[in-house]
Structure formats: C-alpha cells, structure tokens
C-alpha cells in the first residue's frame, strides 16, 4: 500500500521508488493504483482506475472521468479544432473527450485523429514521432482524403494521453503534427494525471495549456530491478489493421460506431468488455449498451504495456498480438471484475478469445468468452 503524508504519496516497487507531491491523497486513491513496468526506460506505471485498460473500469466512470477533462478543454478555440489521441493506452479516453467536448461546444468545427502503431491501408502518414520511454513501436499519424481539408484549415490542437510524466510525449506529438500543420495556433494538452508542473510548455512550439484530473510533482528513483529489465524483441514492430478497421486511425468528422452483431444481457448478468489495443472505444460503448439492458458491465482492454505482477497487476494473461506485430501482449486482472462473460471487441480475428478461454480454464473460471467482430466504413 502506498504510503501517504500531508500532500505526498510514496509507493516503493521491485522497480525503485515513486513519490508523488502536492496532491490529495485521498484523490489519487480514487483515480490510481501502481505497478512495476518491465521497462529498462521507465520502472513504475501509474494505474488509472478511469481508463478502462488496466483495471475493469465501470463505463458511467470513464464517461465521467472523459467529460471532467473535457469541461478544462475551453470552448471558443479558434477553429477547426483538432483532437489527437495517443496510442495505445488513451486512444478511448481520447474520444471520449472529443464527444464530450462537442456536445459541450455544439456548432465548433472540430476534428479528431489519433496516433497509431498499426498500419492503417491507403492512408497516408501524415507525421511520426518518438516516445523516449515506450515500450512500443514509434507513433504514426495516419488521415484519409476525407479528412484533408479540416487538417488544412485547424488552427487549435488538442493532444490527449492518459498520462503526463514530463511532458516530452506531449513535445515530441506537437512538433511532429505542427510541423505537417504550420497554420496550428496554440496546442491545448489534456490527460488524466499531470506530473509535470507545467515545465515542458516553453519546449512546445507553439503556446500551450495543460488540463488534469491530478496535477503535482513526480519523482523516480530507479532500482535494480528496472535495471534489469529487457523489453522484448519485438515489441517496436509494426503492426497492419485491417481494411474495415475504425476509422478513428485515419480521422474522423463524427465520433464514431462499429458495425456489429447486436449483443444481449441478462439483468445483473456480470459481463467485461475487453477492447484490443487501439480499438478501445467500441468497448466503452458496447459496456454502455449492456448496462442499459441491466448488466453489470466493466471495460478493460488487451495491452502491449509489459508490467510487472504485484500492487495493481494481480494477474497477466498473455497473447500474440492480433495485429501480426509479433509483440506480446496482455490481460492484467481479467478476472478482477468476477464476470459470468468475457466480450472481446475487436476489428480483427487473432484467437483472442480462444486464448484468453484456455487461461480462464486453468484458473478453474466458468466464465464465457466470445468475440464481438467490429467492422467500420460503409456497410458490406
């Protein structure tokens, strides 16, 4: 259990020790649980109880967590307004922010894209840019012929992420997408934790705005344990989406819907809704649309990031990645929200649930595993 006194926050792991100052305790408690990363980069790992990725998250509280963030965002930015979210871990937290943000501010041009570490099939790369302590492939901007004359004319940007440590993410985003967009004006940058202090504004190129659920002050002192860590070979690859992948990857004009099978729930019936890397979003929604059946529904998602076992991860399930990257990837907590049902959403077909089956097998699980195939674009 992290350790608390007065404004500071101090969680020793495996990997070093992190201390967080000029917080709520009692606010972090709420938003974040840690982990050890097995990262040689970076050793802890923040764990957002919002984001739907790590931890089963409830959809009402991502939904609450995204239109907190969105209410900072300020309306009257000159417009188009261009919303970029971060790939993988905020890519749904991302447009979940957008949505809010537009039924706040209805009538403001505004346009969204999104990082990505999967080739997206006749798009062109609009910029690329470095994560100095990603355990993953480099980040591409991808847009489509639809989306090329907002891109042209937006003058504010938006970058999410799910969390600001030193804000050199945020940097090396901003240079990237303003150097393929020079009429950018100001850069706004939102996540759900700010570590940063707001020290990496005058490195931006253009002036910018940070917006968080949690701002202070983060310090990390490396152990031997991350000094051991190895990042797996293949973890930089690449990976291919597939042809009728979300659009969200290439840009949108309207938050966006995957064509899918309807999916039923029983009244109280337990059900996880696992998104696959990226394709987050659909997740959130299809949780929503349990719950309204009455459900008790939670969102998580399959991840790239490598974390250790121990504090937040209390299990890992791991499989090949779907995308054909040939990195690992993982479930953490998969059985953490004690479900009856286990729905993959995902945009292709990579024997997730069959993997994810066997796991629960082992455990000694009944729950269920099924595959609910998300397809985007016009309609076959």
Request: proline share 6%; glycine share 8%.
């Amino acid at each position: 259990m992290p350790d608390t006194v007065g404004d500071m926050v101090t969680v020793d792991l495996p990997t070093g020790q992190l201390v967080l100052r000029g917080v709520a305790p009692a606010r972090v408690a709420q938003l974040c649980d840690f982990a050890a990363r097995a990262n040689p980069k970076r050793g802890f790992l923040i764990v957002s109880k919002v984001l739907g990725r790590h931890l089963p998250a409830a959809p009402h509280a991502m939904r609450a967590a995204a239109d907190a963030l969105a209410v900072q965002i300020p309306g009257g930015l000159a417009e188009p307004v261009l919303f970029c979210g971060m790939a993988e871990t905020a890519t749904g937290l991302a447009q979940s922010v957008w949505a809010a943000w537009r039924v706040r501010n209805p009538g403001c041009a505004s346009a969204y894209i999104q990082s990505s570490r999967q080739i997206a099939p006749g798009a062109r790369v609009l910029c690329r840019f470095e994560e100095g302590h990603s355990h993953a492939a480099s980040h591409m901007v991808q847009v489509s012929a639809d989306i090329e004359p907002t891109l042209a004319a937006a003058r504010s940007l938006v970058i999410v992420d799910d969390e600001c440590s030193t804000g050199s993410t945020f940097v090396e985003a901003a240079e990237a997408l303003v150097a393929a967009l020079p009429q950018i004006e100001a850069v706004h940058c939102a996540s759900l934790t700010d570590w940063s202090a707001g020290g990496f504004l005058t490195r931006m190129p253009r002036p910018a705005a940070t917006h968080a659920l949690i701002a202070g002050t983060l310090e990390w002192t490396p152990g031997a344990g991350q000094a051991a860590a190895i990042l797996a070979p293949a973890a930089g690859r690449h990976g291919t989406a597939p042809a009728s992948g979300m659009r969200s990857r290439t840009g949108l004009l309207a938050p966006e819907a995957a064509h899918r099978a309807p999916i039923v729930a029983a009244p109280e019936e337990r059900v996880l809704v696992l998104g696959d890397g990226e394709h987050a979003y659909e997740a959130l929604r299809i949780a929503e649309d349990l719950a309204a059946q009455g459900a008790i529904t939670a969102v998580q998602s399959i991840t790239r990031t490598p974390a250790l076992i121990g504090h937040a991860m209390q299990s890992v399930t791991m499989l090949a990645d779907a995308y054909g990257s040939g990195a690992t990837c993982h479930v953490y907590n998969l059985l953490a929200h004690e479900p009856d049902r286990i729905v993959v959403a995902s945009e292709i077909s990579g024997g997730q649930a069959q993997a994810l089956a066997r796991w629960l097998s082992d455990e000694g699980s009944s729950a269920v595993v099924e595959l609910a195939r998300c397809r985007y674009g016009p309609q076959p």
